[in-house]
């Protein structure tokens, strides 16, 4: 007996499961809410040179402020230059027209804001940018500060991935619930950059334990038949994670405030997990028979299945015996067998993709016609249709030409935004909301292919290097933006143009609709390279009516 069987006797989908899923929901909506708070915690506010003198009323503000900023070429007026000496004529523009005649011939006219900035207060009260003056100059730092999260979410998938499969699922879950909310809080009282950057950092390294530790831990609970229903329902807490910070940054200005209030909910988090059933399927692995049994009966009970002789210490036995690991997991494992090697390599290239597009497009709030509010929330509420669509095309397309295709339609839409005029805002705004649908359908549906393709003795090793890799590409997302320095449309060329490579790589992966999880290594490598797309599509283990 494997341990599907065993599932199917317990009840691989009822209210064991509709609890399990209920209860890692608050982990969910919580990554959103700090992986996409740089959209208001990093906000750069409209800002000026600090001026001296600068009169309390005046009538004529902008005669006085031309006086003492140039012009951009545009017509606005500079944010990060003044002049150095103060000008007569109202329309001297940064060429250095209409210089001072006491300022010294040949001397460039403007110079960086020497007193610093003063920052329009009337959207934001404090931000990152406002604190610690990361604009102009320094405006690299700002999109560094992602950049930091993102590499600790980058370390800790890697270490969550590997210690989740020696130490177990629920365990670690705990030390990342304590992590985000001890370093979280830590990241609030900041009193540098260098140690918000730290703190961040740290922040999200232990973050990364909820990435690689939920879904799995769901799906390690349900049977086939219902795997893709409960990965796409758990799926929209995320989506309801965006729009609630879209809410909290509404109503918390101060970006200290903010950040505690998006951290908090880790406290009750760790009350729940009192609740949390560790993974059947990783016990037997291990070899802990009496504690899986103990989880097994848990879920029999709860869905009204009687506890057989199904259930008894010898048969568990026996299907731990056939699915204990001979040794620990490595990352070396995901590549020492030709067909595991080709799937991790895709999986790696798909993730990078996705998160580096995914990011890319959930950060670029701006010029879109809409507030920061508005946008945040139109960019939320797009997720769930796109989680439904999901639901659809995975279950009739499949998983491989539903990830493509979710790919292929993000890079279009970013190419298409190219081609639109500034002042075509509607069109504009409508072509990023549909490229964020199909963004986020892509990541809905990798992280279900991914848990899918790997065995349950390297799926959280596999999960963990996959994950790894897509952190990398949202580490480099924020900094991707600065290349609109080079060229304004390159950012948008590089996400769309990455998204066009991944979806072709998709469809060199293997399809797992109405497959069985696969439990070892020699069930993935008993499938020789498929000679043909039909070949490709039969599943692994035939599924039994």
């Known amino acids: 007996m494997g341990f599907e069987e065993l599932l ?7 209210p064991f499961q509709l609890r399990n899923v209920a209860l890692l929901a608050l982990p969910r909506m919580i990554m959103p809410m700090h992986f996409l708070l740089p959209v208001f915690l990093a906000a750069v506010p409209a800002h000026r040179c600090a001026l001296p003198g600068t009169p309390a009323n005046f009538s004529h503000q902008d005669a006085w402020l031309e006086r003492y900023l140039p012009q951009e070429p545009d017509g606005t007026l500079s944010s990060c230059l003044r002049f150095t000496h103060p ?5 001297t523009t940064l060429r250095g027209e209409g210089q001072n005649p006491g300022e010294p011939q040949g001397e460039p006219s403007t110079v960086p804001c020497p007193q610093g900035w003063e920052y329009d207060r009337s959207e934001f009260s404090s931000t990152i940018a406002t604190e610690w003056d990361l604009v102009c100059e320094q405006k690299g730092l700002n999109r560094a500060a992602s950049t930091f999260f993102f590499v600790g979410v980058l370390m800790g998938a890697v270490a969550f991935g590997y210690l989740s499969d020696r130490f177990g699922r629920r365990r670690l879950l705990l030390v990342a619930y304590v992590g985000v909310l001890v370093m979280g809080l830590v990241s609030a009282t900041s009193v540098s950059y260098v140690m918000f950057a730290i703190t961040r950092t740290l922040t999200g390294t232990a973050l990364a334990g909820f990435t690689i530790i939920v879904m799995p831990l769901e799906l390690e609970w349900l049977d086939v038949g219902h795997r893709t229903v409960a990965g796409v329902l758990s799926s929209t807490f995320w989506s309801a994670g965006v729009m609630m910070l879209a809410l909290v940054g509404y109503l918390i200005r101060d970006w200290r405030w903010l950040l505690v209030a998006v951290t908090l909910p880790c406290a009750p988090g760790i009350l729940s ?7 059947a399927r990783w016990l037997l692995t291990q070899g802990h028979v009496e504690e899986a049994r103990r989880y097994l009966c848990c879920c029999a009970r709860l869905n009204g299945r009687p506890v057989g002789d199904s259930l008894s210490l010898e ?6 015996a056939g699915e204990r690991e001979v040794r620990r997991p490595s990352y070396l494992d995901l590549f020492r067998t030709p067909r595991l090697r080709h799937i991790s390599l895709c999986c790696m ?14 950060l670029d709030v701006s ?6 509010y508005q946008t945040q929330l139109l960019f939320g509420a797009v997720e769930v249709p796109s989680k439904l669509l999901v639901y659809l095309l995975v279950r009739h397309a499949g998983r491989r030409l539903t990830q493509m295709g979710m790919l292929l339609g993000t890079a279009l839409t970013l190419g298409g935004r190219l081609l639109l005029s500034p002042d075509m805002l509607a069109w504009r705004t409508t072509l990023a909301v549909i490229g964020k649908g199909f963004s986020e359908s892509s990541f809905t549906t990798v992280y279900l292919f991914t848990s899918e393709l790997y065995p349950t003795v390297l799926r959280q090793t596999g999960m963990g290097l996959t994950a790894l890799v897509g952190r990398l590409g949202g580490s480099l997302a924020p900094l991707a933006a600065l290349l609109d320095g080079v060229w304004l449309p390159l950012p948008k060329l590089t996400y769309g143009g990455t998204a066009l490579v991944a979806a072709c790589t998709a469809l060199l992966l ?17 499938k020789s390279a498929p000679s043909s797309l039909q070949e490709e599509e039969m599943p692994m283990k035939q599924v039994h009516d």
């Open 273 to 279: 997990l009192w609740w949390v059933p560790e993974s």
């Open 367 to 372: 010029g879109l016609g809409l507030n920061i």
């Open 87 to 91: 000008q007569s004529p109202p329309n």
């Open 510 to 526: 293997p399809e797992t609709r109405n497959a069985q999880l696969p439990e070892t290594i020699q069930d993935v490598e008993r």
């Open 349 to 362: 290239l798909v993730w990078f993709a996705v998160n580096f597009s995914y990011y890319g497009l959930s």
């Open 8 to 14: 199917d006797e317990v009840g691989g989908f009822g």
């Open 315 to 320: 048969t568990l036995s026996k299907v731990a």
